[in-house]
């Protein structure tokens, strides 16, 4: 019997057909196993992922190796996005057991979830004399099976404890981690590491933020040529914007296909901010595209945004996105044709599979002539459109309350430099206006959506779809991540009742996740047991929960000028500090909250009654140091502590800057501000 068909999950959804009799992570199904005395199954995955595909084609569809499972085991399918507690406890057994991790992650445990044995991906000839050794292995060798599992058991237990070393997150730790990730930058290619290279984003905020407060061109010419080599790479879409999941190849040719929200969401935040601070243009038009992307194929109206798209169509990686020169013919005629394949490096080589290419902008456009950017542009929309009759990736519409706040923090940050540099003069200013708007609406739909559906009795859940709430509970980090976006819309409204939610978030989480010495375990103290209790410091594909706590408890403080958030925050990043001077890569999001504690925050009040069109308050963005947050409006608005005291100045604006609690004198024109930004 296959439990699966009534999941949220479209991930479980998936596999609600196959001839494996699949529960869903629940305590019945370990009753289940220990009333049968059989072990347990966990399989772990997620719906975008191409080799969870491939070992349910191989594997989980067919029926011998369906009936192996159902006559010795009892099947857990487990989406991890849904879980992230129970992906983390067994991940850390599997990178223990093997010394590597991924998806699928195959795990088999006793009847009490203690893991024994773990792996990842396994051909169908592998994985069934894996089922055969391990049932053999459960009834012939069960006390050696079980010392195994108590060994794992102790060291995620160790590998999860909180406690350890502390150090102040300082200016000079701060320039050390900058350092580092310099030392290990590919100057040919952008980003850090080889192959499979994934886009650092929360490095590069770090690094754009540390060039601010320093002056330190490193770090800007870092973020500068991998923010451009990854947008004219095959990692970016050059049709229709946003970036795959991570490339196969170390110049960021080929992609994994994969989208993902977070992805797209950290990677909107560096190029809006590379273009505030630079004006690149082809910042600009990242950014631009990139919230379209989010607005136009995540965005589920009247809901939020949707997880991720596939990285197969019909079962074929790529199958939506490769193209050969004779397609580019078929689709733009010969001469634009011609025009295009070298534009996008098409050759009858190919890049990619079967002599089909993945597009890359092989050439400068954004400070091209006119005439050459209007050519490209028509031959974008009717690539587009021809692409757009080919099958499609499907689309996991599960929308995750982390990765909708790091959205919804995102589109903010664009939507205020939008303001700061729009031009009616510029070429594209009505497509620029035009993604503004369904970037905004989208944007406070899935906050309005968070806020109604995935706040329930003062608690967050993780997930919902289809406008339904699920019940697996939030964890540390959707509590930073949303805070943190309630925060920024609050800076974007002037609306005092998203500071509101945020400040009972970041309280439920300091009573329910502390930990001892300031650090914060990732599951609250009345969740569900598990066979250790998560508490990863590490910054990976998404900030780690400390880190997004953090940033939401710097934001709220300084919003409110109340000091024990800001001292919690301070406690929390000295827990991760020995993490940042030693291994920059894997704690960039608390390095980039590091960043804006020590430049301050500044606080940025500006008391004026037109706060979207005064000059004072676009300076303010414009100039905006570190992490500062800034308000706009009318003095004394209930639940805006900001403008709290902060009258016109003889009937004019005023723009009052605070750093650290500690206040300048008002200002009433733009170079007395931006001096005091300076």
């Given at each position: 019997?296959?439990?699966?068909?009534?999941?949220?999950?479209?991930?479980?959804?998936?596999?609600?057909?196959?001839?494996?009799?699949?529960?869903?992570?629940?305590?019945?199904?370990?009753?289940?196993?220990?009333?049968?005395?059989?072990?347990?199954?966990?399989?772990?995955?997620?719906?975008?992922?191409?080799?969870?595909?491939?070992?349910?084609?191989?594997?989980?569809?067919?029926?011998?190796?369906?009936?192996?499972?159902?006559?010795?085991?009892?099947?857990?399918?487990?989406?991890?996005?849904?879980?992230?507690?129970?992906?983390?406890?067994?991940?850390?057994?599997?990178?223990?057991?093997?010394?590597?991790?991924?998806?699928?992650?195959?795990?088999?445990?006793?009847?009490?979830?203690?893991?024994?044995?773990?792996?990842?991906?396994?051909?169908?000839?592998?994985?069934?004399?894996?089922?055969?050794?391990?049932?053999?292995?459960?009834?012939?060798?069960?006390?050696?099976?079980?010392?195994?599992?108590?060994?794992?058991?102790?060291?995620?237990?160790?590998?999860?404890?909180?406690?350890?070393?502390?150090?102040?997150?300082?200016?000079?730790?701060?320039?050390?981690?900058?350092?580092?990730?310099?030392?290990?930058?590919?100057?040919?290619?952008?980003?850090?590491?080889?192959?499979?290279?994934?886009?650092?984003?929360?490095?590069?905020?770090?690094?754009?933020?540390?060039?601010?407060?320093?002056?330190?061109?490193?770090?800007?010419?870092?973020?500068?040529?991998?923010?451009?080599?990854?947008?004219?790479?095959?990692?970016?879409?050059?049709?229709?914007?946003?970036?795959?999941?991570?490339?196969?190849?170390?110049?960021?040719?080929?992609?994994?296909?994969?989208?993902?929200?977070?992805?797209?969401?950290?990677?909107?935040?560096?190029?809006?901010?590379?273009?505030?601070?630079?004006?690149?243009?082809?910042?600009?038009?990242?950014?631009?595209?990139?919230?379209?992307?989010?607005?136009?194929?995540?965005?589920?109206?009247?809901?939020?945004?949707?997880?991720?798209?596939?990285?197969?169509?019909?079962?074929?990686?790529?199958?939506?996105?490769?193209?050969?020169?004779?397609?580019?013919?078929?689709?733009?005629?010969?001469?634009?044709?011609?025009?295009?394949?070298?534009?996008?490096?098409?050759?009858?080589?190919?890049?990619?599979?079967?002599?089909?290419?993945?597009?890359?902008?092989?050439?400068?456009?954004?400070?091209?002539?006119?005439?050459?950017?209007?050519?490209?542009?028509?031959?974008?929309?009717?690539?587009?459109?021809?692409?757009?009759?080919?099958?499609?990736?499907?689309?996991?519409?599960?929308?995750?309350?982390?990765?909708?706040?790091?959205?919804?923090?995102?589109?903010?940050?664009?939507?205020?430099?939008?303001?700061?540099?729009?031009?009616?003069?510029?070429?594209?200013?009505?497509?620029?206006?035009?993604?503004?708007?369904?970037?905004?609406?989208?944007?406070?739909?899935?906050?309005?959506?968070?806020?109604?559906?995935?706040?329930?009795?003062?608690?967050?859940?993780?997930?919902?779809?289809?406008?339904?709430?699920?019940?697996?509970?939030?964890?540390?980090?959707?509590?930073?991540?949303?805070?943190?976006?309630?925060?920024?819309?609050?800076?974007?409204?002037?609306?005092?009742?998203?500071?509101?939610?945020?400040?009972?978030?970041?309280?439920?989480?300091?009573?329910?996740?502390?930990?001892?010495?300031?650090?914060?375990?990732?599951?609250?103290?009345?969740?569900?047991?598990?066979?250790?209790?998560?508490?990863?410091?590490?910054?990976?594909?998404?900030?780690?929960?400390?880190?997004?706590?953090?940033?939401?408890?710097?934001?709220?403080?300084?919003?409110?000028?109340?000091?024990?958030?800001?001292?919690?925050?301070?406690?929390?990043?000295?827990?991760?500090?020995?993490?940042?001077?030693?291994?920059?890569?894997?704690?960039?999001?608390?390095?980039?909250?590091?960043?804006?504690?020590?430049?301050?925050?500044?606080?940025?009040?500006?008391?004026?009654?037109?706060?979207?069109?005064?000059?004072?308050?676009?300076?303010?963005?414009?100039?905006?140091?570190?992490?500062?947050?800034?308000?706009?409006?009318?003095?004394?608005?209930?639940?805006?502590?900001?403008?709290?005291?902060?009258?016109?100045?003889?009937?004019?604006?005023?723009?009052?800057?605070?750093?650290g609690f500690v206040c300048q004198r008002p200002v009433t024109s733009v170079d007395e501000l931006v001096a005091e930004l300076g």
């Amino acid at each position: 019997m296959n439990r699966l068909a009534d999941a949220t999950s479209p991930y479980l959804l998936q596999h609600a057909d196959n001839p494996v009799d699949w529960w869903p992570w629940c305590d019945e199904a370990f009753a289940e196993a220990k009333r049968r005395d059989v072990p347990v199954l966990i399989s772990v995955g997620y719906a975008a992922c191409h080799w969870c595909h491939v070992m349910a084609h191989e594997s989980f569809e067919n029926e011998q190796v369906g009936a192996l499972l159902n006559d010795n085991f009892v099947s857990i399918k487990v989406d991890r996005e849904e879980r992230p507690d129970v992906d983390a406890v067994y991940m850390t057994a599997t990178q223990a057991m093997t010394g590597q991790g991924g998806w699928p992650m195959t795990v088999f445990a006793t009847p009490d979830g203690t893991p024994f044995f773990c792996g990842t991906y396994f051909p169908r000839a592998n994985f069934t004399r894996l089922l055969q050794s391990v049932t053999t292995a459960w009834r012939d060798q069960r006390d050696e099976v079980l010392r195994q599992g108590a060994a794992v058991v102790e060291a995620i237990g160790g590998a999860q404890a909180v406690g350890g070393p502390t150090a102040p997150l300082d200016g000079p730790l701060l320039d050390a981690a900058a350092g580092n990730l310099a030392g290990g930058y590919d100057e040919t290619n952008g980003g850090f590491g080889g192959a499979p290279k994934f886009p650092p984003h929360m490095n590069l905020l770090f690094l754009l933020r540390h060039h601010q407060r320093t002056g330190d061109p490193r770090s800007l010419e870092i973020v500068r040529h991998t923010a451009e080599a990854m947008a004219r790479g095959g990692i970016y879409d050059q049709l229709a914007g946003g970036f795959a999941r991570y490339s196969v190849d170390a110049h960021w040719t080929v992609p994994h296909f994969e989208k993902m929200l977070y992805d797209n969401a950290l990677l909107l935040r560096v190029y809006t901010q590379l273009w505030r601070l630079t004006g690149d243009p082809l910042a600009r038009r990242v950014a631009r595209d990139t919230a379209r992307f989010l607005a136009d194929e995540l965005h589920r109206a009247g809901e939020g945004f949707a997880s991720a798209l596939d990285a197969d169509t019909e079962g074929v990686e790529g199958l939506t996105y490769a193209w050969t020169p004779a397609q580019l013919v078929e689709a733009l005629g010969d001469e634009d044709g011609r025009w295009a394949a070298d534009l996008f490096a098409v050759t009858e080589e190919g890049s990619f599979e079967h002599g089909t290419s993945v597009l890359r902008l092989a050439r400068d456009v954004d400070d091209a002539a006119p005439e050459i950017r209007g050519r490209w542009q028509r031959v974008v929309g009717q690539l587009l459109a021809a692409r757009d009759t080919r099958p499609q990736p499907a689309r996991d519409d599960k929308v995750v309350a982390a990765w909708n706040g790091l959205a919804i923090t995102a589109i903010v940050e664009f939507l205020q430099v939008a303001a700061v540099y729009a031009s009616p003069q510029d070429e594209d200013a009505n497509l620029m206006d035009g993604v503004t708007i369904v970037a905004d609406g989208a944007m406070r739909d899935a906050a309005e959506h968070l806020a109604k559906v995935h706040v329930v009795d003062g608690r967050l859940r993780r997930v919902s779809r289809d406008g339904k709430v699920g019940e697996p509970a939030g964890v540390l980090e959707d509590y930073g991540c949303v805070a943190e976006a309630f925060c920024a819309l609050h800076q974007l409204t002037g609306e005092g009742r998203w500071l509101t939610v945020a400040g009972q978030l970041l309280d439920t989480a300091l009573e329910r996740f502390a930990a001892p010495g300031g650090a914060f375990y990732d599951t609250a103290d009345d969740a569900e047991q598990l066979v250790a209790r998560p508490a990863d410091p590490t910054d990976n594909a998404t900030p780690s929960g400390r880190s997004a706590l953090v940033a939401g408890l710097v934001a709220y403080s300084a919003l409110t000028g109340q000091t024990r958030y800001r001292e919690a925050a301070e406690a929390a990043l000295a827990t991760v500090a020995p993490i940042v001077g030693r291994h920059a890569r894997f704690a960039g999001y608390a390095a980039t909250v590091g960043e804006a504690l020590l430049s301050g925050p500044y606080e940025i009040a500006v008391a004026t009654d037109d706060p979207a069109g005064d000059p004072l308050v676009a300076a303010a963005h414009r100039h905006a140091p570190p992490g500062a947050v800034v308000v706009a409006g009318l003095p004394d608005q209930p639940g805006v502590p900001l403008l709290a005291d902060r009258p016109l100045v003889d009937g004019r604006s005023a723009a009052y800057v605070c750093r650290g609690f500690v206040c300048q004198r008002p200002v009433t024109s733009v170079d007395e501000l931006v001096a005091e930004l300076g």
